[in-house]
């Protein structure tokens, strides 16, 4: 059948992770274009609210396993669930997070099904295919679209001969967007013990650990940004106070990170996070297209940098040419002048 499945993952509070309802979204799109429905595989315990949180987002068929060995996430009993439904339902499409579960889940299922899987797409979209050797054409099949190269070029890669089709996102690159808030679906309470096997339970959990989060930038509405150009830690420092000055939140580019002017969990890009601000000021980043593909989206984006052919100005909507250890504090002065 021509449907959309997503693999939907339960955050530590119990609720719906973004990511997954990221690819809800980006899902039904998807299964509008093949004209069939998106199903959405809840493995989990006790899981509140699971209608309300998931038919907004486009979700035709809740499929929910609700069973104590599900939570917290643990490979096996995951898999034998997903592996399960995938057979089932002969979905045409699965989709996952790419987080630590996705990752670790995805290639398993992709191994045992035979079938292809491209790992943290940044798009997705429904077209045909030709193939330049054998002439066969292939129609509305899965565009699975990801840097490639070191983030040199962006790849389209394609699995026309096997099902289903599959494809791991990365969190942040697909926009949340709920489609109907009172829309309703179908929830299918599913027998968890018809697909758990003896040997899933060969690991227990006995304790947990859980680091306290670090800061989510993801959601920050502002982002300053610092690269490189930024010169030292202390000159990095003064983004932090431009940054709270205007309410914003400071991220870095992954050569900013590498020097020791900021901490990893600031770092955004294709192996950072990919973050959606309304305004996003790039202070001292060249914008090489791994840096790029993680904060393009953002609604308006300045850039601050003393090399006019600096890639990152491609893109930017105002571009101030200059020494960002001048700027700064120019800019700073000018905004608490306007608030007075």
């Known amino acids: 059948m021509n449907s959309i499945l997503v693999y939907i993952e339960i955050n530590e509070s119990g609720r719906v992770a973004d990511v997954s309802l990221e690819l809800c979204s980006k899902g039904r799109r998807l299964a509008d274009r093949l004209g069939g429905e998106l199903e959405a595989i809840v493995a989990g315990n006790n899981v509140a609210d699971l209608e309300q949180q998931l038919y907004p987002y486009g979700v035709d068929t809740i499929l929910y396993a609700n069973d104590p060995r599900l939570s917290p996430y643990r490979t ?4 034998s669930i997903v592996d399960g439904i995938i057979r089932e339902r002969q979905p045409e499409v699965v989709l996952y997070g790419a987080t630590s579960v996705g990752r670790d889940l995805a290639p398993r299922i992709a191994s045992h099904l035979r079938c292809g899987l491209t790992a943290d797409c940044t798009a997705l979209e429904i077209g045909d295919h030709t193939d330049l050797k054998t002439g066969k054409e292939y129609h509305d099949i899965l565009y699975q679209i990801r840097p490639a190269f ?7 890669i394609v699995s026309p001969e096997t099902r289903p089709q599959m494809a791991t996102v990365r969190e942040g690159v697909m926009r949340k967007e709920i489609i109907d808030s009172n829309r309703k679906g179908k929830l299918i309470s599913l027998d968890a013990s018809k697909y758990l096997r003896a040997e899933d339970e060969c690991l227990k959990v006995i304790s947990r650990q859980i680091d306290p989060q670090g800061v989510d930038i993801k959601g920050a509405s502002i982002i300053v940004a610092g690269g490189y ?6 000159n990095f420092d003064m983004l932090y106070k431009f ?4 309410g914003g939140e400071v991220g870095a580019s992954r050569a900013a990170i590498d020097a020791g002017f900021c901490s990893n969990d600031r770092q955004i890009g294709q192996t950072g996070v ?8 790039a202070c001292g980043i060249s914008g090489a297209v791994q840096h790029r593909v993680g904060m393009e989206q953002s609604g308006q984006i300045i850039s601050i940098n003393t090399d006019p052919d600096a890639p990152i100005n491609s893109i930017a909507d105002y571009t101030i040419i200059g020494d960002v250890c001048e700027i ?3 800019l700073m002065n000018a905004y608490q002048s306007c608030k007075k």
């Open 76 to 79: 096996l009993p995951h898999f």
């Open 150 to 156: 070191g983030g040199n070029i962006v790849a389209t």
């Open 229 to 234: 150009g930024m010169g030292s830690k202390e």
């Open 243 to 246: 940054a709270n000055m205007i």
């Open 274 to 281: 990919t973050v959606r601000p309304k305004l996003y000021i």
């Open 328 to 330: 700064i504090p120019r």
